[in-house]
Each structure stands twice: as structure tokens, then as C-alpha cells.
């Protein structure tokens, strides 16, 4: 049976990918803002999520680099990959919905 735990090297072998570029699948996804305070509002509110999923079978990265936002999504297998990315798309989705709630109060 395969070590479910994932590897030391970070490499996801059999486990949770720590490094979404090492998984056996992956995905990136970049979002592109008007301003770079949005992108760092959306990278700042998604990025606390990283390493708190239960999903054993997937990882992402989140990176902000001036106006645009990437998600580095990577999994053991096509169907973790599909969960994941509809995780992470939702979490920007919600990020992006407060940021614009908020923009009236500041």
C-alpha cells in the first residue's frame, strides 16, 4: 500500500503535494487586478488558507506579483486537481466579493 502521508522531500509522492509543481497533476492560475492593493487584498485573504485544506490529495501555492494574483494548484490525480481548483477558484471569488463591499468604507 502506498505511503498516504506524502513525502519528506516535499515532491507529494503518494500524498499531499506540497509542491504543487512536483504533484503528478497541476494547474496555474493567474487573476489579473486593476490595482495592485486589490491583488494584495485577494492574495493576503486567500493565502492564510494554504496548508489548511483536509484534502490529503491536493496543495496550492498563492503568490501576488504587482496586479495579478497566482494560484500554483497541484494533486495526485485529475479528480483532486478538479476539486482543488474549484476550491481555490471559489476562495478568490469570495476574497474578491468583500474587497468590493468594503471599498465604500474605507
Known amino acids: 500500500m502506498p505511503d498516504r502521508t506524502g513525502s ?4 507529494g509522492a503518494g500524498g499531499r503535494p506540497s509542491d ?11 487573476v489579473e487586478y ?3 492593493r486589490r491583488a494584495e487584498a485577494v492574495a493576503e485573504s486567500i493565502r492564510v488558507e494554504v496548508g489548511e485544506m483536509p484534502d ?15 494560484l500554483k ?8 486537481l478538479r476539486a482543488g481548483t474549484n476550491t481555490w477558484v471559489r476562495l478568490v471569488g469570495v476574497a474578491e466579493d468583500v474587497a468590493a463591499a468594503c471599498d465604500g468604507r474605507a
Do not use: M
Open 73 to 80: 494548484i497541484g494533486a495526485a490525480d485529475p479528480v483532486a
Open 20 to 30: 504543487p509543481d512536483a504533484a503528478d497533476h497541476h494547474l496555474n492560475v493567474d
Open 34 to 36: 486593476a490595482t495592485e
Open 56 to 70: 490529503e490529495r491536493s496543495g496550492a501555492t498563492v503568490e501576488c506579483d504587482g496586479t495579478v494574483v497566482r
Open 8 to 11: 519528506a522531500d516535499g515532491s
